[in-house]
């Protein structure tokens, strides 16, 4: 049994918290808030050069960077998904696209229009997969069944890969076993799809990984480990859920959120899980503690996110 601690890494309370990522260049935590179409960042701490040798990417410029420890910035559309880039850009799914997001100087340019003609959909989760590509999904603004789609962008293309689902959730990546598991909520059902080992592309329908017995369980955000475990937020039963890649229950962390939407491994050496929440007044002995970005201590197979290859 691991020693796990959780506490409040930042106490501001999101509406709808989502998308936590880790930039290990920058040593900093980015997430957002749906509702109020909100970027947030919270810096801990210099990166190591330990840390920084283990990541293959261009950090000439890291110096140069001057974020200040934390950090709001409003967006102009519904920003749900984030991934990053290098030292100074990350990569923002929103209800209009994919765009590419200055740091510093908070500017941005469309990479692809997705649904922008559609003003009854939005833009939900979003994960870059290690060969470099994004994959964001769309869903109904009401969450009518079947309007929900997931799409991945890959070497300047656009590819519809999964459609017909409600709340697209959970996209995640486990490359030694070629596999990308997203869910739907609304199903309690995480699934999987399998994917090219050359260009990580999906070259099999999809099938189900696990189901939850009890249909009022809402799957949420999730990260895999470097042992290709799942580590998974569940909406409204307050916990994360650590899966194996053979679909059994290894453990199930109690949090005081009692909506955690999404989760991010992060810290100098991946050894932290942060997990983003949504507001909820249902409990006032723990008010003060919905939305807010929760850390886990103790995590001992974290790994940090791959970049997106434009």
Known sequence: MLDFKVTVFNSTQNRLGESPLWHPLLNTLFWVDIDKKTLFSKK????????????????????S?????????TMPDTVTAIAWLNADYLVLGTNTGIYRYH???????????????QPNTRSNDGRADPWGGFWLSTMHVNAEKGQ?????????LIECVVTELTIPNGLCFDKPRLRAYYCD???????????????????????????????????????????GNLWLAVWGMGCVICLSPEANIIETLDIAAIKPTCTAFGGENAQLLFVTSAYDSVDNLTCDVQGTVLQISGIKSGQFEPPVVL
């Open 44 to 63: 801990v701490n210099n990166t190591s050069k330990k840390t920084l040798n283990t990541i293959s990417t261009d950090i000439k410029n890291i110096e």
């Open 65 to 73: 960077q001057t974020l200040p420890i934390i950090n709001q910035v």
């Open 103 to 117: 740091i510093i100087s908070n500017t941005r340019e469309l990479i692809i229009a997705i649904e922008n003609d």
């Open 148 to 156: 929900g789609k997931i799409y991945r962008y890959y070497k300047q």
């Open 185 to 227: 909520s609304l199903t309690s059902c995480i699934y999987m799809l399998s994917l090219d080992a050359q260009t990580g592309a999906p070259n099999s329908a999809a099938h189900e990984f696990y189901r939850f017995d009890n249909t009022d369980i809402d799957p949420d955000g999730c990260v895999v480990d470097s042992e």
